[in-house]
Every structure is written in structure tokens, then in C-alpha cells.
């Protein structure tokens, strides 16, 4: 398994795991009122915005089989995304589910990615892995390769978001160098937990 930084052409491949894993890890194909509207939310925005940054993970044949992306700023994400790109890539489209509702309600919502602790972890990731890519240590090495990228970025911190049931994924984070901020106060669902890593030089991790 090779890891390299995300570019441009590896969009499509993006949008199509995150489609592939976007419920809770399984495929969501039909879930939403087209194939594209998730990963418009959760993926490839962090593609086209200034602070957006990402590696991802090669199978053998070549292909993109997982990604880490985000942004190294999340205040200025999230005030773009509001702003411009989801009333741009939204368009006309009008919910037709249950899962579009919740989907559209969030992706309009300007405080919906502020955390409370943002200041001191500004930058925030996404890690989606197709099952050949899942239990070989590929998530890890995402990880890792994304502190590399967010260190010369000048980040000293990052969070994420999880959600309290999916103990495999509580797991990795902290086996990853994650800690657990069960005080943070933001915009979180309860049934969520934000998890946030210094990166700073010099910072332990899970190295």
C-alpha cells in the first residue's frame, strides 16, 4: 500500500469511497437523492478550498482505496462552505429522504463545524478506507503521513469527530495519538465525540 497527498484527479475516486463508506462504513448508494451529494458535503469541497489538504492510500493496482482529507483551518472552511460552495453545488436540488433532510439541514448549518476547542486544534480530518484497505495498518499510516503535511503547514493541532457508538473507530483514533475532549461544548450532537491530536514538533502521537 503506497500513501501520497491527494491531488485534483484523485476527486472522483474520492467521491466515489466516500459514497462507498458513508454509512457507517458501508456503502450508501441510495441512500441520498443523487450519488454525488455526500461526498459535495464531506469530501470534495476540502478539494477546492485554499486550506483544504489530504493523502491517500494506492492499492496495488494503482488505485485510490482510502483518503484522509480536511482543512488546516476550520473557521474559514466553514464560513466558505456556507457562504459559496454549498449554496453553489446544492443548487436546485431539493431533499428527497429522510437522509437528505438531515444531510441538507447540516451542510446549512454556519455553526456546524465549530467545535469548542478549535483554537487550539484549528484543523479537522475525515478517514475513509474501502474494506480491502481496512486492518493492515493503512488507516495508521494516513494518519501519520497527514501530521507530516499538517506540520509543515505550521498546524499544531487537529480534531475529528466520531460517533460515541462506533467503538472500532473510537479505537483507532486513540490507538492513533487521539484524545477523547468530553468537555467540548460546540455544535456536536450528543451522540458524538470530538477526539483531537496535537501535532505539534516534537509531539509523541502513536510513534
Same mark, same amino acid.
Given at each position: 500500500?503506497?500513501?501520497?497527498?491527494?491531488?485534483?484527479?484523485?476527486?472522483?475516486?474520492?467521491?466515489?469511497?466516500?459514497?462507498?463508506?458513508? *454509512? $457507517?462504513?458501508?456503502? &450508501?448508494?441510495?441512500?441520498?437523492?443523487?450519488?454525488?451529494?455526500?461526498?459535495?458535503?464531506?469530501?470534495?469541497?476540502?478539494?477546492?478550498?485554499?486550506?483544504?489538504?489530504?493523502?491517500?492510500?494506492?492499492?496495488?493496482? $494503482?488505485?485510490?482505496?482510502?483518503?484522509?482529507?480536511?482543512?488546516?483551518?476550520?473557521?474559514?472552511? &466553514?464560513?466558505?462552505?456556507?457562504?459559496?460552495?454549498?449554496? *453553489?453545488?446544492?443548487?436546485?436540488?431539493?431533499?428527497?429522504?429522510?437522509?437528505?433532510?438531515?444531510?441538507?439541514?447540516?451542510? /446549512?448549518?454556519?455553526?456546524?463545524?465549530?467545535?469548542?476547542?478549535?483554537?487550539?486544534?484549528?484543523?479537522?480530518?475525515?478517514?475513509?478506507?474501502?474494506?480491502?484497505?481496512?486492518?493492515?495498518?493503512?488507516?495508521?499510516?494516513?494518519?501519520?503521513?497527514?501530521?507530516?503535511?499538517?506540520?509543515?503547514?505550521?498546524?499544531?493541532?487537529?480534531?475529528?469527530?466520531?460517533?460515541?457508538?462506533?467503538?472500532?473507530?473510537?479505537?483507532?483514533?486513540?490507538?492513533?495519538?487521539?484524545?477523547?475532549?468530553?468537555?467540548?461544548?460546540?455544535?456536536?450532537?450528543?451522540? /458524538?465525540?470530538?477526539?483531537?491530536?496535537?501535532?505539534?514538533?516534537?509531539? &509523541?502521537?502513536?510513534?
Amino acid at each position: 500500500m503506497r500513501i501520497r497527498e491527494i491531488t485534483a484527479a484523485d476527486r472522483d475516486s474520492v467521491a466515489r469511497i466516500c459514497r462507498l463508506t458513508g *454509512r $457507517g462504513g458501508d456503502d &450508501a448508494t441510495g441512500d441520498y437523492l443523487d450519488d454525488d451529494v455526500l461526498a459535495d458535503v464531506y469530501a470534495t469541497p476540502y478539494l477546492e478550498h485554499p486550506s483544504g489538504f489530504g493523502v491517500v492510500a494506492l492499492g496495488e493496482s $494503482g488505485d485510490v482505496v482510502g483518503y484522509l482529507i480536511g482543512t488546516t483551518d476550520t473557521e474559514g472552511f &466553514a464560513r466558505w462552505f456556507v457562504s459559496e460552495w454549498w449554496p *453553489r453545488v446544492s443548487g436546485s436540488k431539493v431533499p428527497l429522504t429522510p437522509a437528505d433532510v438531515s444531510l441538507f439541514r447540516g451542510a /446549512s448549518d454556519p455553526d456546524r463545524m465549530l467545535v469548542s476547542h478549535r483554537a487550539r486544534y484549528p484543523a479537522h480530518l475525515h478517514i475513509d478506507l474501502l474494506e480491502e484497505a481496512r486492518g493492515a495498518g493503512t488507516g495508521r499510516r494516513l494518519v501519520e503521513a497527514a501530521v507530516v503535511v499538517l506540520r509543515e503547514r505550521g498546524v499544531t493541532g487537529v480534531h475529528l469527530v466520531v460517533s460515541a457508538s462506533n467503538d472500532g473507530a473510537i479505537a483507532f483514533y486513540e490507538r492513533t495519538g487521539f484524545t477523547a475532549l468530553l468537555d467540548d461544548v460546540g455544535t456536536v450532537p450528543g451522540d /458524538s465525540i470530538v477526539y483531537a491530536r496535537d501535532v505539534s514538533p516534537g509531539d &509523541a502521537g502513536s510513534e
